[in-house]
């Protein structure tokens, strides 16, 4: 007989997500107006083509990038559509008022869509850490909560610690990763050996997720540079970026026939670690003055995501009991860590000159950097812990990574 959800979520979750919506309407209609000012400037305009690049990162991308699980597409892909649909608006109203409500100025623009729509990519890596293992109103609380969490790190990164908006956008990576580790590790049961079967991955579903993987790659340099007011430096960013990824998934084949016995590509890592220099290049992409730094940069990015997967990711999950689905913290933890320290060590180098700017520089970076390693992991076992309460009908570990367990089907699937 098919998976049927708890007859009390019938009943819950549709309630849930319309009054979510119904609240989101309501706030926009009373305290929102948009911003013509803005959007009718040459510069509101010229967003928009690197704004479809991040949202089809956002949308399609991660959505595809989480579809290997062979009985689990449907969820994958379609559970981040509303993932991200909800956390766009939720993140623009938690954006306007943390940094514009002492100004009055809760406004509409296309480029305050696009710096939510870049926070919300970190509900999309959290989401990979925990894919197949929580039922969707868990998944909407999740997104809840990281997405508030994530938009206060922003703003005690702005408004005290005194870093760029644009830097501390690029702590997204680092955040949702860790996030979503210790949200999995505090949900973590022992996974049925029924259920280990469904964890696995086909050809075809395979095939998906390398498309996800392409439509990252092709559009990260987008993301990198896409809010960076000066012209110079966005450019810098675009190269610095394309340059990275490219020595990345050098790094990731390279590293990938070293690593097997066989002398054979693994496709979890080449659909993983080929991202990982965009992610490493977030920090410092428009700052590196050399393009080969930045390739060294992305070299390293690549083999350390690829390490972790083959070597971390046996010792953690048995010694630690860390379950992450993904190994999102292989694609995206891990890098951005690696990108962040450089990004501090590269700004101590270049103000040499005058080292006590330089070195407060740095010092703050790092201060931002350990915030958002500490928030995300303190956020994410709170929120695992939160998860793990009666009232949200946690799945049975028997219903792991499939779909049947929310989807309707036109007959019982077995195998699909």
């Known amino acids: 007989m098919a998976s049927r959800y708890p007859s009390s979520l019938w009943i819950r979750l549709p309630l849930f997500m319309l009054f979510l919506e119904v609240a989101f309407i309501l706030i926009f209609s009373f305290l929102f107006s948009y911003d013509y000012y803005l959007e009718y400037l040459p510069k509101g305009h010229n967003i928009y083509p690197e704004f479809q690049d991040v949202n089809v990162m956002v949308i399609l991308g991660f959505a595809f990038l ?15 559509l509303l993932l991200a649909a909800l956390s766009v608006q939720w993140t623009m109203i938690v954006n306007e ?11 509409i623009s296309l480029q305050r869509i696009t710096e939510a ?6 509900v999309m890596i959290s989401t990979g850490a925990v894919l197949g293992k929580v039922n969707l109103i ?5 997104a809840w909560v990281e997405a508030t969490l994530f938009a206060v790190n922003r703003w005690v990164a702005v408004s005290v610690l005194q870093i760029g908006s644009y830097t501390s956008l690029m702590h997204v990576h680092l955040f949702g990763a860790y996030f979503g580790v210790m949200v999995s590790w505090a949900l973590c049961r022992p996974l049925p050996d029924s259920r280990a079967e469904n964890e696995k991955s086909t050809p075809v579903s395979d095939t998906f997720t390398m498309l996800g993987t392409l439509f990252l790659w092709m559009f990260w340099p987008s ?13 810098t960013a675009l190269i610095n970026t394309y340059l990275g990824m490219a020595a990345s998934a050098v790094a990731a084949f390279s590293i990938s026939v070293a690593t097997n016995r066989n002398g054979k590509l693994t496709m979890a890592h080449i659909r ?9 290049l977030g920090f410092s992409a428009s700052t590196l003055r050399y393009p080969w730094i930045a390739m060294i940069v992305g070299l390293g990015a690549g083999a350390t995501s690829v390490l972790g997967f083959v070597f971390l990711k046996k010792c953690l999950e048995p010694a630690v009991r860390l379950h992450d689905t993904c190994g999102v913290q292989y694609t995206f933890g891990l890098p951005s860590l690696l990108g ?11 103000s040499r000159e005058n080292l006590s700017v330089g070195g407060y520089s740095a010092l703050i ?17 709170l929120t695992g812990f939160s998860l793990r309460l009666k009232l949200w009908k946690e799945p049975h570990a028997t219903n792991y990574f499939d779909d049947q367990a929310y989807w309707g089907f036109p007959h019982l699937a077995v195998g699909y």
């Open 272 to 280: 993983n670690a080929t991202l990982a220099g965009g992610v490493a």
């Open 365 to 381: 970076e790092g201060g931002a950097l350990c915030l958002s390693m500490a928030l995300g992991l303190t956020g994410g076992l």
């Open 138 to 142: 868990q998944l909407i609380w999740m």
């Open 97 to 107: 008022f943390l940094f514009h409500f002492s100004d009055g100025n809760l406004k």
């Open 340 to 350: 962040g320290i450089v990004h501090i060590v590269w700004i101590a180098i270049d």
């Open 66 to 80: 989480l579809a290997f699980l062979k009985r689990f597409g449907f969820s994958a892909t379609g559970f981040s």
């Open 223 to 235: 993301f990198n540079a896409v809010l960076i007011a000066s012209t110079e430096k966005r450019l």
């Open 117 to 122: 729509v870049m926070s919300t990519a970190a």
